[in-house]
Structure formats: C-alpha cells, structure tokens
Nanobody, 119 residues
Framework: QVQLVESGGGLVQAGGSLRLSCAVSGSIGRSNTMGWYRQAPGKQRELVADITSGGSTTYADSAKGRFAISRDNAKKSVYLQMNTLSPEDTAVYYC?????????????WGQGIQVTVST
C-alpha cells in the first residue's frame, strides 16, 4: 500500500520561506513523477511543480523563480522549497505521485497540508 505523508506547512509572513516535505511509503516503481499541487479556497487544485524519476522538472508560472522542487530517491521523498511567499500562495498543498508499472499507471495523493501566508 502506498501512502504519502506531507510535513513542513504552517503560518509564515509575506516574504518568508517554507520547505515542504513528502515521504512515500510503499513501492514507487522505477518510473514515476512526484510533485506538489495546491488548492486555495474556492479554486481548483493546480500543479505547483513536479519532478520525474529522471530529474526533469515542471513549474507553474507562479512558482518559477521562487520555488524549487527536489527529490531524494533513496528516501522516497520529494521536497518543495518555497521562497518569497505571498498571501496568494495560501492554500492546502498536496503531495502527488504518479507511478508507472508495467501495464498500469497509478495516482496517489497525500492528505494535504495547510500553508498560510500573512500580510
């Protein structure tokens, strides 16, 4: 059974930084993409950033230049360093895993973690 557990959220002032972590238990396979999504109140869930097992990254325009995604394959973990935070970054952040096995593609989500940026 695959489980994703996020940590590192909280309350921070505008201009500050936070580092989110996500640890995965269970098999992630050789080919996978790990990433972070967020959902603000009244808005749809949106991609923040993701990173493939090969190290290729994708960022939302809002995250470029401020956020950095990284992963530690040995620890089956993914991280999101968020800098220069603004109130618009306030949301629940979700860790996401796409696991590709022979003949199957599976999606897994963490339970979500709150990030609140105050003015």
């Amino acid at each position: 059974q695959v489980q994703l557990v996020e940590s590192g959220g909280g309350l921070v002032q505008a201009g500050g930084s936070l580092r989110l972590s996500c640890a995965v238990s269970g098999s992630i396979g050789r080919s996978n993409t790990m990433g972070w999504y967020r959902q603000a109140p009244g808005k749809q869930r949106e991609l923040v950033a993701d990173i493939t097992s090969g190290g290729s990254t994708t960022y939302a325009d809002s995250a470029k230049g401020r956020f950095a995604i990284s992963r530690d394959n040995a620890k089956k973990s993914v991280y999101l360093q968020m800098n220069t935070l603004s109130p618009e970054d306030t949301a629940v952040y979700y860790c996401h895993l796409v696991r590709v096995l022979t003949g199957t593609i599976d999606n897994y989500w963490g339970q979500g973690i709150q990030v609140t940026v105050s003015t």
